[in-house]
C-alpha cells in the first residue's frame, strides 16, 4: 500500500487549502484514514480521521469546525479541507492508512501501518 499526497504550500492566515492523499490498494473503502501533522520542534500530532468501517470522523479539538475530512472511494482518494488557517497550522502534514484499527487507537500514530511521504503547511500571518 502506497499512500501519495501532494499538495501543501505557502498561505496567509484565514485562507483555505486542501491537500489529498491517493491510496494504492483495491480495498481503499475499508481503510481507516488519518492525516497528522509535525511542527518544527514538536512532536507528531492527530488532526483528523475517517473510520474506515464505520465511516465516523474524528478531530483534534484544535481543528475541529475548520477542518473537514473527506474521502471519495471512486478514486481511492482521502482529503483534508483546512479553512480559517492559522499560523500554529503550519507543519508537515501527514497522511496515514490501516485496516484493522479500532476506535480507541484513532488518535495514535504509532498504531497505523502505512504512511504518506508529508506535505508542507506553511501559514503566515
Known amino acids: 500500500v502506497q499512500l501519495q499526497a501532494p499538495g501543501g504550500g505557502l498561505v496567509q492566515a484565514g485562507s483555505s487549502l486542501r491537500l489529498s492523499c491517493s491510496v494504492s490498494?483495491?480495498?481503499?473503502?475499508?481503510?481507516?484514514m488519518g492525516w497528522f501533522r509535525q511542527a518544527p520542534g514538536k512532536e507528531r500530532e492527530f488532526v483528523a480521521a475517517?473510520?474506515?468501517?464505520?465511516?465516523?470522523?474524528y478531530y483534534a479539538d484544535s481543528v475541529k469546525g475548520r477542518f473537514t475530512i473527506s474521502r471519495d472511494n471512486a478514486k481511492n482518494t482521502v482529503y483534508l479541507q483546512m479553512n480559517n488557517l492559522k499560523p500554529e497550522d503550519t507543519g508537515v502534514y501527514y497522511c496515514?492508512?490501516?485496516?484493522?484499527?479500532?476506535?480507541?487507537?484513532?488518535?495514535?500514530?504509532?498504531?497505523?501501518?502505512?504512511w504518506g511521504q508529508g506535505t508542507q503547511v506553511t501559514v503566515s500571518s
Open positions: 475517517w473510520k474506515g468501517s464505520s465511516s465516523s470522523t
Open positions: 496515514a492508512a490501516d485496516m484493522r484499527l479500532i476506535t480507541s487507537s484513532i488518535r495514535t500514530g504509532s498504531d497505523y501501518d502505512y
Open positions: 490498494t483495491h480495498t481503499f473503502s475499508r481503510y481507516t
